[in-house]
């Protein structure tokens, strides 16, 4: 019942020889779990039934069965994977109903993380099945709006949607934590004219632009944030805003590209930063040195102007 976790390694791959490091860090830590080291090419038919293409990759087993794997030498997710199935297989010892009462739970939680949401093969960007890929041009194309999860990431949750939405193939859609089914259904709905009915659309980018400027009286787009500036324009708009005491916040341009190439053509300001007031464009650093010079900024930053 205990969990075994299995690294398949390379010896001439230095990734490997420090994800080692961590493996025995971490079988020290969790002494009920074992920690296997297979070098990949020593045991090619190994390798080749589990689909090691390329190491590290680890792969998690409880029971005898496979439950989940991790392609790369990503420390940090190696910890979280092995100490999410040590503690749930420390449950299941006791009793395999509590085990699946907690996948449920899970699943429950991922069915809702977001209105409309995808489990498919891969992602949006890069989807690893051709009904996945379908489906994702299905969606986008209506303009609907969605979140996803990539099966391939979580074998627990791949094998367990299956039984417990009982529906066996992915890609699977659920709106507002109900299944609506794959991919036959969705084009089902889109023949129909449904599809828009039933999904939530995803909002329009002027709409977007307009709630993020109007987020606050006093906003400024930006490269990086008020505690970190990421251009020198933006280092000295932020000195001069402090300077004046009064309320603001940022908007990282870096985060979003969508945004950062949006607003440039909805207020017609080619360039960063940009501060608003009040919902309406100031401009950008040259204009607020000329504004703070003439003694006219702080009217205007506190809407008396």
């Not at 019942?1 to 420090?18: M, T």
């Not at 092995?82 to 010892?93: E, F, G, I, M, Y």
């Not at 000195?239 to 017609?268: A, W």
Request: net charge neutral.
């Amino acid at each position: 019942r205990s969990l075994v976790v299995v690294h398949f390694w390379a010896p001439w791959a230095p990734q490997c020889a420090q994800m080692n490091e961590v493996m025995a860090a971490l079988a020290k830590e969790h002494t009920q779990v074992t920690f296997v080291k297979l070098e990949a090419e020593a045991v090619p038919e190994v390798s080749e039934k589990y689909g090691i293409s390329s190491v590290p990759t680890f792969l998690f087993f409880k029971n005898s069965q496979k439950v989940d794997r991790l392609d790369g030498a990503h420390a940090p997710e190696l910890t979280k994977k092995v100490q999410r199935h040590a503690s749930s297989s420390s449950v299941s010892a006791g009793s395999n109903d509590s085990a699946k009462e907690d996948l449920n739970v899970r699943l429950k939680k991922l069915i809702n993380a977001a209105p409309c949401m995808l489990f498919m093969k891969g992602s949006p960007k890069e989807p690893r099945c051709g009904f996945s890929k379908q489906m994702v041009e299905i969606l986008n194309k209506h303009g609907i709006s969605f979140s996803s999860f990539d099966i391939f990431s979580d074998e627990e949750v791949r094998q367990g949607l299956k039984t417990y939405s009982n529906w066996p193939t992915y890609p699977q859609l659920y709106v507002a934590g109900e299944l609506i089914g794959g991919l036959d259904i969705v084009k089902e709905l889109e023949a129909s004219g449904e599809l828009d009915t039933v999904c939530p659309k995803a909002q329009k980018l002027e709409d977007r632009l307009k709630n993020l400027i109007s987020k606050a009286p006093v906003m400024l787009f930006m490269k990086g944030s008020k505690q970190v500036a990421k251009c020198g324009f933006s280092k000295q708009i932020i000195e001069i805003l402090n300077n004046t005491g009064v309320d603001y916040e940022t908007f990282d341009i870096l985060e979003d590209e969508e945004v950062r190439q949006g607003l440039k053509t909805y207020s017609n300001w080619p360039t960063y930063p940009q501060l608003y007031v009040k919902g309406e464009l100031v401009g950008g650093l040259d204009i607020v040195k000329e504004l703070k010079e003439s003694g006219e900024l702080l009217p205007i930053l506190k809407g008396e102007n």
